[in-house]
């Protein structure tokens, strides 16, 4: 099975810009997260989607969204952008068939964001 | 509240000798513990996890991790480090129970093995 693919790889955008990313996860599997990794402040988790439906969401403002389609792609938007939005967004995807919560995830390469 | 500790930003150690990377956890109820390793510019991959059972799981690499309920720990061990061990370790915890619950990650243990 191929792996959880993000794209774009690498973004340059400026001060006050939007960008999407995307995920494409794993065939079959469910549950798709995001989070923001930065050298300060290590992995921050910014949301989760099921099977459409926000489930869960980190301490992130509100210019941070996301969604997910029914084929379980999904996309994550930011807009305004910061120079402090700088950072590599990893996104990952676990298959969840039972509801017990004990399945790992897998992540992408990540996505490279440099915002000048 | 839920959180996870690798009191250690880096740890040292010379090739060929044991190494440990160290993982507290607070968490409601039973926990799900995992590691995951990140190589330079690379996203995470899964090493092991806790489910239930034997408190001693085994995964991938010649890694190891012993679940300690009573002290909270999960610690990361391997008898014998290689210099390709070198990386940047998390460790992660989800409460059981149902899939609403959240992964928590630890800051990160960077593990450097010299030859």
């Known amino acids: 099975k191929a792996g959880v693919t993000q794209t774009p790889r690498y973004l340059i955008k400026t001060r006050g810009q939007q960008v999407t990313l995307s995920c494409s996860p794993i065939?079959?599997?469910?549950?798709v997260s995001w989070y923001q990794q930065t050298p300060g402040q290590g992995l921050q988790f910014l949301f989760e989607?099921?099977?459409?439906?926000?489930?869960n969401k980190g301490n992130f403002p509100g210019r941070f969204s996301g969604r997910q389609f029914s084929n379980s792609r999904s996309e994550m938007n930011v807009s305004t952008l910061e120079l402090g939005d700088s950072a590599l967004y990893l996104c990952?995807?676990?298959?969840?068939?039972?509801?017990?919560?004990?399945?790992?995830?897998?992540f992408g390469p990540g996505t490279r964001l440099t915002v000048l | 509240a839920q959180s996870v500790a690798q009191p250690e930003d880096q740890v040292n150690v010379a090739e060929g000798n044991p190494l440990t990377v160290k993982c507290t956890y607070s968490?409601?109820?039973?926990?799900?513990l995992f590691w995951y390793v990140q190589y330079p510019n690379r996203g995470l991959q899964f090493l092991l996890k806790?489910?239930?059972?034997?408190?001693l799981v085994k995964g991938s690499y010649g890694f190891e991790a012993e679940f300690n309920k009573s002290q909270t720990s999960f610690h990361l061990k391997k008898p014998s480090a290689l210099v390709s061990d070198s990386a940047l370790y998390f460790c992660?915890?989800?409460?059981?129970?149902?899939?609403?619950?959240?992964?928590?990650f630890g800051s990160g243990t960077k593990l450097n093995v010299k030859p």
């Open positions: 968490v409601s109820g039973n926990p799900y």
């Open positions: 990952a995807s676990s298959l969840e068939i039972g509801l017990a919560g004990g399945d790992e995830q897998f």
């Open positions: 992660a915890v989800r409460a059981s129970g149902n899939n609403f619950n959240k992964f928590y």
């Open positions: 989607y099921f099977s459409e439906t926000q489930r």
């Open positions: 065939s079959g599997h469910r549950s």
């Open positions: 806790y489910i239930t059972g034997d408190n």
